[in-house]
């Protein structure tokens, strides 16, 4: 686009980008607090889930060692019977027998005791690790709390200073000359709040790409200039 004649200060393009530049970045605000929640929404659930599922292994390991304890009992209940057994025994090789029975099963009953102090220690172990994930879960509750509060304790200051903004704004581009107006808008419509740079030197501040002296002459005499190269509508900064 070539610059136009019609004439336009340098402090209302200022004023313009400097407004929709606030504005984008009170609406980013608006919209990140929605999705910051859901965030920690979702690492709490997470949270949640590895406990249940941490807390379903400890039952399980509970049980096993139940299951074990009992098989001991049943064991030394044998040994017991057999023992008495033996006193009844009417032949040696009866006798024998029994002897064999009995040996067999305190071997049994040694492994599952073994296997029981074991489990012992690995629920032992394992309640540290659940108790952290108890402990991390609630944290997690806390601060998600918190920043549930902080934003919505945030978002209508933010709504109000958008309102304001944005009034202001309305107010500005109705200083706009009728063709640099349908000309900002269509720019608007394309870049949004970029649709507007400052000159950086002898460069756009949007695409970075040189912009001649004589353009910049152009804009010091508050002629509308665009962006040989991204189509930006250019001005000086203060």
Known sequence: MNPTQTPVTLD???TLHRIHRQLADLRGRVARGPRLIQARQAHVQRLEERLAQLQAEAKALRMALD???????EGEEKVQRYQRQLNEAKSNAEYQALQEQIKAVKMANSVLEDEILEGLEKIDQ???TLDQAQADL??????SGKILEEIQNQQPALQAEIQRLEAELA???QLLSDDIREIYQRLLRQRGDEALAPVEGESCGGCHQQVPINMISQIKLNQVVFCKSCGRLLYLPE
């Open 12 to 14: 209302l393009l200022r």
């Open 67 to 73: 299951q074990k304890q009992l098989q001991l009992r």
């Open 126 to 128: 394992f309640r540290l």
């Open 138 to 143: 609630a944290l997690a509750k806390v601060e």
């Open 171 to 173: 107010q500005q581009e």
